[in-house]
């Protein structure tokens, strides 16, 4: 070839020419719209800190709107090439198209996950945002930005109107549908969820069929994340949370008072009637004291009453009289016990009572609530009053019921066998 023959007025050198030129006019519009114009809206976003335009100016974001200058100038400037095939420009015009779809969608995308960090950075800053979760809401915009991007990146590579692509996809409505059941599904129930305030990050829930126990750390669009007490992390699809029940403990946190509702075991043997000094004896306990001698005068004047109303050998007969059982005496110092007690919300439902005998004792059950909902420090204020209340039983002639263990039907044989032996040897 010689090089001394070439000349611009070549068509091949115009095209040749042409498309250098286009190429680095690519290339300078890419390093202007990163360096130039990116630091000076860094600037803005510095300025900005929150809000809207602090997002649209993320780094991140810029950097990826940078990408789209170069796309724009080819799909612009490719029709001025000379002497090339119409053909190839609507090729290059069309992929141009469809790389600045792609390149806008990548700058949303990542301009819903700045919007997310800077959700995540107030929260932090204000803890009443914290219960509140964005992240499905973003997600579900990633998902319609993707879908549209595909949509019409499809028109551009085809030269085509979106509208027509769109009427393309009503035949695979099924299919889409089918695809996309769950996220459907679940974006319903994350909307009902959040309208009707059911679950929040921070709730402790329980939802057995599901395996979770512990507290809500993450509410997505797909799904909600719960970590158990055990440190294992359950992953629940969201639209489960609207079609199966679970509890959520937030009311409990909310009114500051966690219920103890526990029963206490008592053997029906160890029940009966107080004496006369058992009475004098009880009455000296300064949390029952009022109640001994309120009942004690109350007694006393029955027994005056049915000494007229009967006679005095009558009015001894234990049947006619009124007596003081050690039953119902613990149990009003039960109730006194949890009224001094400063562990225990006393505005709210202070109560102790019998329930049904079962062939396990008679079960004095407690309903209280304690004055916090911190799970160690409830368990131990738990643990101290039974603990208490465990050890007095005796005071008050009572026993706890137990089912007998190895050892004592071991200490109830060999007690038979002792008697046995020595009425064989009295016998002989």
Not at 8 to 19: E, I, R
Not at 65 to 81: D, E, F, K, R
Not at 119 to 133: D, H, I, K, N, V
Not at 151 to 160: E, F, H, P, R, S
Request: with cysteine; proline share 4%; aromatic share 8%.
């Amino acid at each position: 070839m010689n090089w001394q023959e070439l000349s611009f007025s070549d068509p091949w050198m115009q095209t040749l020419a042409g498309v250098f030129a286009l190429l680095l006019a690519c290339l300078v519009a890419h390093w202007l719209a990163r360096h130039v114009i990116g630091r000076a809206l860094g600037g803005l976003h510095r300025a900005a800190r929150t809000g809207p335009l602090a997002v649209l100016l993320h780094r991140d974001v810029l950097a990826r709107m940078a990408q789209v200058v170069p796309a724009l100038v080819l799909m612009l400037g490719v029709g001025s090439v000379p002497h090339l095939p119409a053909r190839l420009v609507t090729v290059v015009e069309n992929v141009s198209a469809a790389l600045v779809v792609l390149f806008v969608a990548r700058a949303l995308f990542k301009a819903l996950d700045a919007t997310l960090q800077a959700y995540g950075e107030r929260a932090a800053e204000q803890p009443e945002l914290r219960s509140r979760s964005i992240k499905s809401y973003v997600q579900l915009g990633q998902i319609l930005v993707g879908v549209t991007a595909v949509v019409v990146m499809i028109a551009a590579l085809a030269d085509k109107s979106p509208f027509i692509v769109l009427s393309g996809f009503g035949a695979m409505s099924a299919v889409l549908m089918l695809i996309f059941q769950d996220t459907i599904k679940s974006f319903t129930a994350g909307m009902q969820i959040e309208g009707n305030d059911m679950l929040r990050v921070g709730d402790w829930i329980e939802m057995p069929q599901a395996g979770a126990d512990g507290d809500v750390i993450d509410i997505a669009l797909n799904t909600v994340k719960v970590q158990n007490w055990d440190k294992t992390i359950v992953t629940i699809p969201t639209w489960k949370l609207m079609s199966e029940s679970f509890r959520n403990w937030r009311g409990m946190s909310e009114a500051g008072g966690r219920r103890i509702k526990r029963t206490l075991m008592l053997d029906a043997g160890s029940i009966h009637f107080l004496t006369d000094d058992q009475i004098e004896r009880l009455g000296e306990i300064e949390l029952i004291a009022d109640y001994i001698q309120e009942k004690a005068s109350a007694v006393k004047i029955s027994r005056g009453m049915k000494a007229r109303e009967l006679g005095e050998a009558l009015a001894r007969v234990p049947a006619n009289q009124r007596r003081l059982t050690n039953i119902g005496t613990f149990r009003m110092y039960v109730q006194a016990y949890l009224k001094a007690n400063p562990d225990i919300r006393q505005d709210m439902t202070v109560m102790v009572r019998l329930m049904q005998p079962t062939s396990e004792g008679i079960p004095l059950e407690l309903y209280c609530f304690t004055n916090t909902t911190a799970w160690v420090a409830y368990e131990a204020i738990q643990g101290n009053i039974f603990d208490h209340l465990l050890a007095i039983l005796p005071e008050f002639g009572l026993r706890s019921f137990q089912s007998p263990g190895g050892a004592d039907v071991r200490a109830l044989l060999q007690g038979g066998n002792g008697q046995r032996s020595v009425s064989a040897s009295m016998n002989y």
